[in-house]
């Protein structure tokens, strides 16, 4: 199991840039592929970036692709996410999820409130 928290939301004005980190600990990171998603209020979750354990290939939602960024840091059992650009719908609640390559046990922390306006 894993216990993931995030860190770095908070107000940012159009056009502007914010980095969120998910710390994780209790079990080994690089048995994880590490995703963001966000959700907005009434709306479901969505997927934004998710980053693979090893080879750090990454996938991007096309509302995000060229703005945003994942990474990872593995020795420090980290991930990022460098969001620039942002627009009044990027707004949302972000989530950091780790999911277990071989079990498939998803686990998720409680989540970081970026909010975009002017």
């Known amino acids: 199991q894993v216990q993931l928290v995030e860190s770095g939301g908070g107000l940012v004005q159009p056009g502007g840039s914010l980095r969120l980190s998910c710390t994780a600990s209790?079990?080994?990171?690089?048995?994880?592929?590490m995703r963001w998603y966000r959700q907005d209020s009434g709306a479901e979750r969505e997927f934004v970036a998710s980053?693979?354990?090893?080879?750090?290939?990454?996938n991007y939602a096309d509302s995000v692709k060229g703005r945003f960024t994942i990474s990872r840091n593995n020795a420090e059992k980290a991930v990022y996410l460098q969001m620039n650009s942002l627009k009044p719908e990027d707004a949302a609640v972000y989530y950091c999820?780790?999911?277990?390559?071989?079990?498939?046990?998803?686990?998720w922390g409680q989540g970081t409130q970026v909010t975009v306006s002017s």
């Open positions: 209790g079990s080994t990171f690089t048995n994880y592929v």
């Open positions: 999820s780790a999911r277990n390559r071989y079990t498939r046990a998803e686990y």
């Open positions: 980053i693979e354990p090893f080879t750090t290939a990454t």
